[in-house]
């Protein structure tokens, strides 16, 4: 639900920037508003439109035009209903290891394969450990040891695939070193939230006020 409000306030705001919205208009309901985007849409074409990590297909169908313009959909999920399902994989052991020497440039090419290695090759956990290294300044060695002790310590009952924990250690490492206002640091909420979330989580927005730190 707070995802379709979310397209559905997207989908207006391009409305109205199309003036095929009215903002003033306060009777018309969401969804009315949204047929309007899209009829608008079917009957221009050359448009392209990005669903980033999309979830549920039936939450996507209320947005999805039938023609007019180009639909490009990026999930977890391995099967969808619409177009052309285009598998990505992980990346090469020689692209993961040019990413990681953007955050380590003097580690020697057994470590970082071995950093690679535990990060199942994946662009998002490997994305993560080179911009940790850089701003830390931190070779590959201690990260290394860094993601091995919470994907031990912290993720022993997680059920997610291998995939998923790799990127949940990733935020965990990060996450340890966040500090509070008050100079204490505070990382089981952000920690939960990752592990429950490790690939579709914005862990650069935190909801905790004050009241929420750890004791």
């Known amino acids: 639900a707070e995802k379709t409000s979310v ?11 199309l003036g095929v919205v009215d903002a003033g208009n ?43 313009g180009v639909v490009l959909i990026s999930s977890r999920l391995s099967s969808w209903r619409y177009g052309i399902a285009l ?15 953007q955050g380590d440039v003097s580690s020697s090419d057994d470590v970082l394969q071995s950093l690679a290695e535990e ?27 860094l993601f091995r002790s919470a994907a031990q310590r912290d993720l022993l009952d997680y059920k997610g695939n291998t995939h998923e924990k790799s990127v949940a250690a990733c935020w965990l490492v990060t996450f340890g070193k966040l ?18 979330h490790p690939a579709g989580w914005d862990g650069a927005t935190s909801t905790h006020g004050p009241s929420d730190r750890c004791p």
């Open 179 to 196: 500090q509070t206002p008050f100079g204490g640091r505070c990382t089981r909420p952000t920690s939960r939230a990752a592990a429950q």
């Open 119 to 145: 990060l199942g090759f994946l662009p998002l956990a490997l994305s993560h450990a080179a911009a940790y290294m850089r701003k830390l300044h931190k070779p590959a060695s201690e990260y290394l040891a």
């Open 7 to 17: 397209l559905q306030k997207d989908f207006l705001d391009f409305g109205k920037q």
């Open 26 to 68: 306060k009777d018309e309901p969401p969804e009315a508003r949204v047929r309007s985007v899209k009829t608008w849409l079917e009957h221009h074409p050359g448009w392209l439109i990005v669903f980033d990590n999309a979830e549920d297909p039936d939450d996507l169908d209320p947005f999805v035009p039938f023609k007019g």
């Open 87 to 101: 598998p990505i994989d992980v990346m090469r052991p020689a692209e993961a290891l040019d990413m990681l020497r």
